[in-house]
């Protein structure tokens, strides 16, 4: 139809789209935001809102049969919070106090459970790297060197020697 947009087009926006959607979805805020600014400064307002319909009806069409769908879109409706301004992150629900207390407990199924729970890992791992980062100035001295050489051994390839950190 003469009104249609070119294959390519349509092509191009699905791109669009599904770069914001992997933003959202893996709670980088800062992609987020600055995916949607390209997207207000390079194309209409209208543009966008189709975008993020085609996301939406594209999710529940796969996910659910025809005539559940629309239960669904009535449901996310109702669901929608009324001051729209921020967006939960993934960032929000990872708690990597909870995640060293498993580790320390030696309770595994928390520990899967956990990392179940968390849809991206990013934050959790993060946040495990900055409590890691807190607790090194309290280990006794050469244990930092001999974690560090282990390490090495064990991840640092074929061939690779290092030497003891200190002798036993």
Not at 45 to 53: D, I
């Amino acid at each position: 139809m003469a009104d249609e947009l070119p294959m390519l087009e349509v092509e191009a926006a699905k791109a669009r789209a599904a770069a914001l959607l992997l933003a959202f979805r893996h709670g980088n805020q800062l992609s987020f935001d600055a995916q949607l600014e390209r997207l207000f400064a390079e194309h209409a307002e209208r543009e966008v809102a189709t975008l993020l319909v085609w996301i939406a009806a594209e999710a529940v069409r796969k996910a659910y049969v025809p005539e559940a769908g629309d239960r669904v879109l009535r449901a996310l409706a109702r669901r929608a919070p009324a001051d729209t301004t921020g967006v939960l992150l993934d960032e929000d629900g990872a708690c990597p106090a909870t995640l060293i207390e498993a580790v320390h407990a030696g309770d595994v199924a928390g520990v899967r459970a956990l990392v179940a729970a968390t849809p991206d890992t990013t934050y959790l791992v993060g946040g495990l790297l900055q409590a890691v980062a807190m607790m090194l100035p309290l280990l006794p001295d050469g244990e930092c060197d001999e974690i560090t050489a282990e390490l090495r051994r064990r991840h640092g390839g074929r061939g690779v020697q290092v030497p003891e950190a200190r002798r036993r």
